[in-house]
């Protein structure tokens, strides 16, 4: 900062004018002949007057905004030039000449700075007209997909395939993101928010899209992840955008849903302290896989895809067909420049950041629940956190912990999720039933009660599993595992109470017939 503003000090020289001290002060940017009429002025000779400059001893100074200053003990002096000197006409003639040439650089200096600024605007306007092109053809683009898409439907009759939102088919453009800076606004969260975004007992229900946006962003932050691997904030934000405009309003498997999975993992990092048992690489995974784990999910599950033959179930060879798609999405969303965060990791470290989020977004499907769970109760006896597969294997139960953690949130908030669910797997069973294809009798809504749905899940899948991670981590059972068992006990009583109601219509239709008799 000093030597900056030292260059746009003014310059002052001291001289003697008929015995007296004269102050000139001038600018280091005035060009010679400017300072030399300043010079004449101030020392009562006439304009355009040929001058030289002498310091007190009689040597010439350069009269030019380099000269050296002086003080009021040492005095400079304007001499006009004597006879022998070049005559009086002369001189003038220079001066003008040189004022001349003074301008004509100024002028030739402001006509390259506009030519400067013309080309560099129409380089602005050409890329604001190619992007606007780009818009156009993109909208284009999809109403002749939705117009096909809309002739196919109305061309199969009977069964249609599973919809998908991407056609892997389109030479690779399968996404449309904004490109623009994202408008969701910030919040600025408070200290009680920020506190119990970390605890399972957050209530996801309170929250608008871009509030949970917000929350997301705040997390990757606080968990040091766009330190780690140097994200830029505004490639965050195109990034969870783009994510969340890639979930389905689905009844379930919607957004919410999302943020509901990559909070409870961001809670189970600080409750199980992974921060210092994981590397910020591993927190990177978890949570991106966290948040990724549904995208584009259609509503129909691995069971409807591979019976009704979807597009995704013959892609992926009845394998998985939803949790690949959610990978494969992933990493579309990825390869987009302006919503890629790990733009900036190392090509190697990348490729090793993509195995590993695959690997924990196939591991939520729930084919594979009981090989991964055996697996993990064979090391968490002896658990290391050196051993590279152990927290492999770690890192699969925690997403599949999160992914199915609806039941350890308090009552108020997990109940409405069971109703979301319920409605999802009626949607499919109605399709199911219509296309003449099998239903499975928990998502029947002719067999399927609330509390029959959900004992058998938390007695057998949800209470197993994480009795097994509070092996390792014991700290949970207080704020996750104890709320299962009560939520069990719940819906056991609920159901008892259903088994009431239904005995008593029983006996009392039975009475009924018996007086018809």
């Known amino acids: 900062m000093g030597s900056s503003s ?4 003014p310059k002052t020289v001291y001289l003697d004018v008929d015995g007296k001290v004269q102050k000139v002060v001038f600018s280091r940017h005035c060009s010679p002949c400017d300072i030399r009429e300043l010079l004449s002025s101030s020392s009562n000779i006439p304009r355009n007057t040929a001058i030289t400059l002498l310091d007190s001893g009689g040597a010439m100074i350069s009269i030019d ?3 050296p200053t002086n003080s009021p003990n040492s005095l400079y002096k304007v001499v006009p030039l004597s006879t022998g000197q070049p005559g009086e006409k002369e001189d003038v003639f220079q001066n003008v000449l040189s004022q001349v040439a003074e301008q004509f ?3 030739f200096r402001i006509n390259e700075l506009k030519t400067e600024v013309t080309n560099r605007l129409a380089m602005l306007e050409k890329r604001v007209e190619l992007e606007g092109l780009k818009v156009v053809e993109i909208e284009k683009c999809k109403n002749d997909l939705k117009r096909l898409r809309d002739e196919m439907t109305s061309r199969g009759g009977g069964r249609m395939n599973c919809p998908c939102k991407y056609n892997f088919s389109d030479d690779g453009k399968k996404l449309s993101p904004r490109r623009d800076v994202p408008s969701y606004p910030k919040y600025t969260l408070s200290q009680e928010t920020i506190e119990a975004l970390k605890k399972p007992t957050f209530d996801v229900w309170h929250w608008e899209h871009n509030e949970m946006l917000s929350c997301l962003e705040y997390m990757y932050h606080d968990l040091g992840l766009v330190k780690e691997f140097n994200i830029n904030p505004i490639t965050l934000k195109r990034w969870l955008l783009a994510i969340q405009e890639n979930y389905r309003s689905n009844p379930f498997h ?8 990559s909070q409870m993992m961001y ?13 910020l690489g591993d927190m990177g995974i978890l949570m991106t896989a966290a948040v990724c784990h549904d995208l584009d999910h259609p509503g129909y599950n691995n069971t409807y895809q591979i019976n009704a033959r979807t597009e995704l179930a013959v892609r992926y060879n009845d394998i998985s067909p939803l949790e690949n798609h959610h990978c494969a999405v992933a990493f579309q969303i990825l390869s987009l420049p302006e919503c890629n965060i790990f733009g900036n990791v190392e090509p190697e470290a990348f ?3 993509r195995q590993a989020i695959i690997t924990l977004i196939l591991a939520t499907d729930m084919a594979r629940h009981g090989e991964i769970l055996e697996s993990f109760k064979q090391k968490v006896d002896n658990f290391d956190f050196a051993n590279e597969e152990h927290i492999r294997c770690l890192k699969m139960v925690l997403i599949k912990c999160c992914d199915i953690s609806n039941e350890v949130r308090p009552t108020e908030v997990a109940e409405p999720w069971v109703d979301c669910l319920l409605e999802e797997y009626f949607i499919q069973s109605d399709r199911e039933k219509s296309e003449g294809l099998p239903v499975a009798p928990f998502m ?12 058998g899940f938390i007695k057998f899948v949800l209470i197993p599993m994480f009795e097994t991670v509070m092996k390792l981590f014991p700290q949970i059972e207080e704020i996750m595992v104890q709320p299962l068992r009560d939520s069990r006990d719940h819906y056991e009583e609920l159901k008892q109470i259903d088994d009431a109601m239904t005995e008593k219509k029983k006996t009392e239709n039975m009475s009924l017939g018996g007086k018809k008799k």
């Open 6 to 9: 030292s260059s746009y000090a």
């Open 65 to 67: 905004p380099t000269m």
């Open 351 to 353: 490729k090793q950041i």
């Open 254 to 261: 919607n957004f919410r849903h999302c943020f509901c999975v």
């Open 267 to 279: 809670g189970m990092i600080h409750l199980c302290n992974l921060q210092e048992r994981l590397t």
């Open 444 to 455: 029947d809504r002719d067999k399927v009660t609330k509390p029959t749905a959900q004992i």
């Open 105 to 107: 650089s100024r002028a």
